[in-house]
């Protein structure tokens, strides 16, 4: 209730109080008049009845302020107690949004986290398989010469008139089959010894415990040197007694007289019997076109129809290119046609004009060990290694 209204009741009943004295005031008049006087009371009642009329007016005036008072301290309370509670249910709401939001960020993430990994992996995975499955590059070997007839200690060993370049004699190397134990392995294999240069090259290959394979051909009076290269375990391989192309490729019976004539003396200096065999100038070779056409797609058949297993090579180290290639540019070689090959088979030679094949070969050892590769002497169920028969 508002103030003015307070005022207005209070004024009213005293306004009745005091018509309600001018009455008894004036009924008193008139008693006295006739004779009778206002007793005590009689102003007793009146004065009561003032105090009450004030004291009624007081009691409602404090009430109202009560009720106001109460009103307006419980407005405050409700207001601030919504405010507390909006206060804590939004803190808690947003808590609990934070941490949902968290929850489904962090499981999101690791979804998309596991799906990048899944996929790389797979990728990766496929790319490893692909390569595993796919054929190694073909590789361009170096060109024949047409000098057929060569001896043994040519200063310009027999291979350099097999391998040396030419524009016309290009050389592809098949597919080579992959090493089954999945690691990547390097083959060394020299051609033409033994040579005065033997024992050194056993010697390096003691040193880095590498075995390799020897291709052999014959020489008089080196007896001792077969037995060395078969005591140090080391594999002893056909290459030719002769090493004349036109006696070997004049036809398949004479390639074969000269394979047994070799296998025959292997044999009987060493206890072995051979069946692991290099075509002299490679299987590639164009040279044996001058004697005979088509002899070499003869002889890649029939030799392993025969039980021979034949190798070519896919990494030239050019040391048949002269008597004395530059040993820095050996190793660049080797470095060059290694590449990414998973099975490297390097044609080098044992004879006695290639001594810086003998400085190359620490070297070349070492930078296919950094490269990840282990050292097998070939066998015949090794992983082959053919060129494309040109003849």
Request: aromatic share 6%; proline share 3%; net charge positive.
């Amino acid at each position: 209730m508002k103030k003015s209204q307070k005022s207005n009741i209070a004024y009213i009943l005293t306004a009745l109080v005091i018509m309600v004295l001018a009455i008894f005031t004036l009924s008193d008049a008139v008693k006295h008049k006739n004779g009778k006087a206002v007793t005590p009371e009689t102003s007793q009642i009146i004065v009561s009845t003032v105090e009450s009329a004030d004291e009624s007016t007081e009691s409602k005036t404090s009430t109202d302020v009560s009720t106001e008072s109460a009103v307006v301290s419980s407005k405050e309370t409700t207001k601030e107690t919504t405010k507390e509670t909006t206060k804590e249910t939004t803190k808690e709401t947003t808590k609990e949004t934070t941490k949902e939001t968290t929850k489904e960020t962090t499981k999101e993430t690791t979804k998309k986290t596991t799906k990048e990994t899944t996929k790389e992996t797979t990728k990766e995975t496929t790319k490893e398989t692909t390569k595993e499955t796919t054929p190694e590059s073909k590789t361009e070997p170096d060109k024949d010469k047409d000098n057929e007839s060569v001896t043994p200690d040519d200063k310009t060993s027999p291979e350099s008139k097999e391998t040396q370049s030419t524009p016309e004699t290009e050389k592809k190397t098949e597919p080579t089959k992959k090493d089954s134990t999945g690691s990547k392995v390097a083959y060394l294999t020299f051609d033409d010894g033994p040579s005065d240069n033997t024992l050194k090259i056993l010697d390096i290959l003691d040193k880095y415990n590498v075995k390799a394979t020897f291709f052999v051909i014959y020489h008089a009076k080196s007896d001792s040197l077969y037995k060395e290269i078969v005591n140090r375990g080391h594999t002893i391989a056909l290459h030719s007694y002769t090493h004349n192309y036109k006696t070997i490729y004049i036809s398949e019976a004479g390639f074969f007289d000269d394979l047994s004539k070799l296998e025959s003396y292997v044999k009987k200096v060493t206890g072995q019997s051979p069946k692991i065999i290099r075509f002299p100038g490679g299987s590639s070779n164009k040279v044996s076109r001058k004697y005979c056409t088509g002899i070499m797609s003869k002889l890649t058949k029939s030799v392993e129809s025969k039980g021979y297993a034949y190798f070519d090579w896919n990494v030239d180290s050019g040391d048949a290119s002269g008597s004395n290639v530059a040993k820095s540019k050996i190793i660049s070689n080797v470095k060059n046609g290694v590449g990414t090959k998973k099975n490297v088979v390097i044609l080098m030679h044992d004879t006695k004009s290639k001594k810086t094949t003998v400085e190359a070969l620490p070297e070349v050892i070492e930078f296919l060990k950094g490269k990840g590769y282990s050292f097998k002497a070939l066998t015949t169920s090794s992983p082959k290694c053919h060129h494309k028969v040109n003849n």
